[in-house]
């Protein structure tokens, strides 16, 4: 159910480089690296909510400003019940899923209503 295409961008990114990234590659979230370590994520709300809505300059401001951290994450072997749960209580659409410790996919509120539709019920 997860996307298993993990993209991410550096802090130094700008908003509408951000966009422009999410919508070529259809996804509603990036995780934020340094180097080879996650250090946050960046949703589509978090551009609404933290740049569009106060008149936030989207040539201007970086994604170190707006993301959120830490990254909120889930074992892979998880259930996808749990997954809804997790999100629900932390108020996030976007969940990075875990092997072991490391990044390997990540699974959104679409993906969850997908699988819940298709394979089973809450």
Known sequence: MMSRQVLAVG???????VARTMQEKKVGALLVAEGARFVGIVSEADLVRRVVAVGGSVHQVRVSEIMGAPIITIEIDRS??????LM??????HLAV???????GMVS???LLRYFKNWGGL
């Open 98 to 104: 875990t092997d072991d410790g490391k990044i390997v």
């Open 80 to 85: 996808a019940h749990e997954a809804s749960d």
């Open 11 to 17: 802090p130094d990114t700008t908003v509408i480089e």
């Open 88 to 93: 629900s209580e932390r108020g996030i659409r």
């Open 109 to 111: 509120v679409r993906d």
